[in-house]
């Protein structure tokens, strides 16, 4: 009776592979997908029309077309793969497990949030977390993470975003840069190389807004990561607009110092991030309670937003 029931449940493998041929109408995009082979992908087509005794194909001068048969055999499997996933990824949010797995921005990560995380530990000893790199939003499912640090908007697909803290800047350089280059007015910034960042790409024009500053400005070089536009600054290049928390030290030290002193607050601000699939997970809930409370502590009367659901 089982080997009976065996013949009618092809293996996963030939079913995402006809899910992907079917969706795509191509052997070779679905091999892409999957990143198999096109004739790792035929073989599994051909083992699954063997098995169940049908054609769910014909193929054409434009690649492959679902038969009669084929088209409603894609729709059933379709829903069911989707329903899978759906229940594998409630299975991991609600697993007995002791690891968290969280996707950190490195000059965040570095400056404000490792010198926290001994309290988290002490305070949550059997956690281990598992630290990764993410600039940007990215696919959760199928990452293997259980949360992330973003900054942004609150408009992360699928998620809920719990808010952290704003973001203040102020335009930097180094102490070299500003004796060879003196700034009399913010306007003098107009016509001095100022640094982008690639996640911030309006910030100097609403820095500029906010004074009633219009017109041109000069170019500059663009940044991924704050770690390096600040070693540009310090290398005397130009001029960047940075968060003030991220860049203590080197004000303190005389490392940097401010182009203008009108600090103004970004469009951008800081989230944890959760997929809606994994909100029962306990250790990224017990970090979620941990680093709302240090962003209260740490911002005090700034913090001023909610979490979103997307």
């Known amino acids: 009776m089982l080997t009976h029931q065996r013949r009618f449940l092809p293996s996963t493998s030939a079913l995402a592979a006809f899910d992907s041929v079917a969706k795509l109408g191509s052997f070779s995009a679905a091999a892409n997908e999957l ?10 087509i051909s083992l699954l029309e063997d098995q169940l005794g049908v054609k769910l194909f014909e193929r054409t001068n434009r690649g492959v077309e679902l038969t009669a048969i084929g088209q409603t055999y894609a729709k059933g499997i379709g829903d069911a793969l989707a329903t899978i996933r759906t229940l594998s990824l409630e299975a991991m949010a609600t697993r007995d497990d002791t690891h968290l797995r ?6 965040f990560g570095t400056r404000w949030l490792m010198p926290r995380i001994p309290d988290f530990l002490k305070r949550n ?33 699928g998620t809920e975003c719990q808010f952290l803290m704003q973001e203040f800047v102020v335009p930097v350089c ?22 982008d960042m690639a996640s911030r790409p309006r910030a100097w024009e609403h820095w500029f807004d906010s004074l ?10 663009r940044f991924e990561q704050f770690s390096n536009v600040v070693q540009a600054c310090l290398a005397g290049l130009g001029i960047a ?8 030290p080197e ?17 951008s601000a800081y989230y944890l991030v959760r997929p809606l699939s994994k909100m029962a997970y306990g ?19 700034r913090r001023d937003q909610g979490p979103s659901k997307t």
Do not use: C, Y
């Open 35 to 44: 990143a198999l082979t096109q004739g790792a992908i035929s073989r599994q």
């Open 102 to 107: 969280l996707a950190i921005l490195p000059t």
């Open 125 to 157: 000893p059997a956690v281990i977390i598992d630290f990764a790199t993410r600039i940007g939003q990215f696919e959760f499912e199928g990452s293997g993470l259980d949360a992330a640090i973003h900054i942004g908007e609150p408009n992360w697909p």
């Open 174 to 195: 180094s102490p070299s840069f500003l004796a060879e280059n003196p700034i009399a007015s913010p306007q003098d910034l107009l016509s001095k190389p100022l640094f």
């Open 212 to 221: 009633d500053i219009a017109g041109g400005r000069g170019g500059g070089m």
């Open 241 to 248: 607009l940075v968060p003030t928390f991220l860049i203590e």
């Open 251 to 267: 004000l303190e030290n005389g490392q940097l110092v401010r182009a203008w002193n009108h600090e103004v607050k970004s469009s």
């Open 283 to 301: 250790p990224a809930t017990a970090f979620s309670h941990w680093i709302l409370d240090q962003a209260r502590e740490f911002t005090g009367p």
